[in-house]
């Protein structure tokens, strides 16, 4: 069964940081990877996602993420996060069989 | 409406009632999930509805939880005999099978007193 890790629980920056969240999937065939959101209050939403292609995708708000196929991995990253970006993050894998599973998420705070 | 819509948005029960909760998907989503989020924590999977093939019951964490999904349209999350650890929000989302981006509704938080 497929499986989504999430390394960083939970992760605290000073605005203007860098950011990377990591991301590794278990499953041996083809996938579609997403990363969602969830800001404080709201539902969680679509920040990217990776079909097929260029394996560096960019997203909303400046994100981008980075599909690495050997390494099963799909790692998020901002060259430099703002206030706004605290909130929830979840990576998400969709196989051809059409279930979507989610990692358990990681708490982005940044402080002003 | 354009949107996965979810109700009631917030439960309060005593303990030992039977709950119900609904979700509406997106019209022409042919798969459906129900997770649970407590405070703080990530995304519990509970159960995934895909067309008209068997649900995967896999994530539900006892027999108190149910959950029902007419053809390609609403589901209902049933839990009975409501404990306090079943206090989170309830969340729904629906896709397109194979394509897989997930729309959710705004959960129902669900309060066990």
């Known amino acids: 069964a497929q499986s989504v890790s999430q390394h960083n629980h939970h992760v605290i920056l000073s605005e203007a940081a860098s950011l990377e969240l990591g991301c590794n999937y278990s499953?041996?065939?083809?996938?579609?990877l997403f990363w969602y959101v969830q800001y404080p209050g709201q539902h969680l939403q679509l920040l990217l996602k990776?079909?097929?292609?260029?394996?560096l995708v960019k997203g909303i708000k400046g994100f981008e993420a980075e599909f690495i196929k050997s390494k099963f991995s799909f790692n998020l990253r901002k060259p430099s996060v703002q206030w706004s970006d605290t909130a929830e993050y979840f990576c998400?894998?969709?196989?051809?069989?059409?279930?979507?599973?989610f990692g358990d998420g990681t708490t982005l705070t940044v402080k002003p | 409406g354009a949107g996965v819509s979810q109700s009631p948005s917030n439960k309060v029960t005593e303990k030992g009632k039977d709950v119900e909760l609904r979700c509406d998907p997106i019209?022409?989503?042919?798969?459906l999930y129900w997770y649970r989020q407590r405070l703080g924590q990530g995304l519990e999977f509970l159960i995934y509805?895909?067309?008209?093939?068997?649900?995967?019951k896999s994530g539900l964490p006892s027999d108190r939880f149910s959950a029902e999904r007419t053809g390609e349209s609403v589901s209902t999350l049933t839990i009975q005999r409501t404990q306090q650890e079943d206090s989170a929000v309830y969340l729904c989302?629906?896709?397109?099978?194979?394509?897989?981006?997930?729309?959710f509704g705004q959960g129902t938080r669900l309060t066990v007193v």
């Open positions: 998400a894998v969709n196989t051809n069989a059409g279930k979507s599973t």
């Open positions: 499953y041996g065939g083809t996938v579609n």
């Open positions: 990776y079909f097929s292609g260029d394996p």
């Open positions: 019209s022409g989503h042919t798969a």
């Open positions: 509805f895909q067309g008209n093939s068997a649900p995967d």
């Open positions: 989302a629906s896709n397109l099978a194979r394509v897989g981006e997930a729309f």
